[in-house]
């Protein structure tokens, strides 16, 4: 992108209908221009649907609002929501519609989609951290992960998000720095630098998950070798194999969503891009969305205290659409060991019994 950005412009304006600094990002064919908006709508009113229904269940009950994991779950939720919204609102406005706004206006929008999928991947950290914690550590996870503590992480990851995502509305935009290929008034200095801070939260779920995933497979060598009689701990041990597969799946998703667009990202630091790779990079980007899409089902629809409290609430609307209200009021079902319960009990000798963590 040849020169700075001095001139304001904004919808309507005469100046715009005469110069529009935004035209050599705003790619699109008229037909891709109907997949990206049918996509977007798609894509983004299901995120928000389900992860505006994860955030109720979650704040509905207050069994799982005292949880430090379903404060995390709930984290990546709320991120989620907002990731789908403020995403597929300014995508579409953006490359569908060609909406031009101000140059403040501009960077608090994509620093607002921004900071949404940084605080996305960040809160899949903190469930990452929080899972291997609860596996490897389960005697003293309850000591360890406390909802206090739990509340400061969230609340520092957000922060740190926050201020990460908005420095180019503070200021650190590309004039005179070099401009990104890929967003307008974005440097490359700064791309690059949240390319560095995003691949070290990556690296942290990555490794975090891949030492579960190999732990798991060390249970799944022992269970073989004693699955014909009872020992200590092998409750411990299947929940493991069972946690492995749905990490085995967090990490497969996690790849296939993020890994494109953040290759091309890496790529326009290096490499002058052509039209067809910015048209590339517009449809990966909405991968990320689906990503968020994805989210409610691995860490939350999976879980039997979710699925437990969302049947509740179902038993309870359907019996006020009955007109019974709050009468014949049944206690709530117990729910099953998932991949973010580990309330685990074996029914082995007691003095042998393994000990759990009902948290995560």
């Known amino acids: 992108m040849e020169g700075c950005w001095g001139t304001e412009v904004t919808n309507g304006s005469e100046s715009g209908s005469e110069f529009n600094p935004m035209k050599d990002y705003m790619i699109l064919s008229d037909a891709q221009k109907i997949a990206v908006a049918v996509l977007c709508t798609l894509l983004g009113l299901l995120s928000a649907l389900e992860n505006m229904a994860v ?13 430090p994991s379903y404060l995390f779950i709930g984290s990546l939720a709320g991120a989620d929501f907002l990731a789908s919204v403020i995403f597929a609102c300014n995508f579409v406005i953006f490359h569908v519609f060609h909406g031009v706004d101000t140059k403040a206006v501009f960077l608090l929008k994509i620093g607002s989609v921004t900071m949404t ?3 996305s991947v960040g809160s899949l950290l903190l469930t990452a951290v929080d899972r291997y914690l609860c596996l490897c550590y389960p005697p003293t996870y309850k000591a360890l992960v406390t909802r206090g503590r739990a509340l400061v992480a969230l609340c520092v990851m957000w922060v740190l998000s926050a201020l990460i995502s908005y420095l180019p509305l503070m200021g650190w935009t590309c004039c005179p720095s070099s401009c990104s290929e890929l ?11 949240w390319l560095l801070f995003i ?9 975090t998950y891949g030492y579960v995933l190999w732990k798991a497979h060390q249970h799944v060598a022992s ?15 299947r929940l493991d194999v069972r946690l492995a597969k749905t990490l085995g799946l967090v990490l497969a998703v996690l790849l296939i969503c993020w890994f494109p667009a953040l290759a091309l990202m890496g790529h326009s630091l290096v490499s002058t891009l052509s039209d067809q790779v910015k048209e590339a990079f517009a449809f990966c980007s909405m991968l990320c969305l689906l990503n968020s899409m994805i989210n409610p089902i ?13 049947q509740h609430c179902l038993v309870g609307w359907k019996k006020h659409l009955r007109g019974l209200g709050s009468e014949g009021k049944e206690e709530a ?3 099953s060991v998932t991949e973010t319960e580990a309330d685990v009990k074996t029914t082995v000798v007691p003095a042998s019994r393994s000990p759990g963590c009902s948290n995560c």
């Open 55 to 67: 955030l109720y269940l979650i704040l509905s009950s207050q069994r799982l609002r005292r949880k």
């Open 117 to 119: 999928f940084t605080a």
């Open 183 to 193: 967003f307008p008034l974005i440097p490359n200095d700064y791309l690059l630098g």
């Open 199 to 207: 691949t070290i939260l990556f690296v942290g779920i990555i490794y």
């Open 223 to 237: 269970l073989a070798e004693h699955q014909d009689r009872q020992v200590p701990g092998i409750a411990r041990m």
């Open 298 to 310: 691995i860490y939350a629809l999976r879980s039997g205290e979710i699925r437990s409290v969302a």
């Open 333 to 335: 079902p117990r729910s």
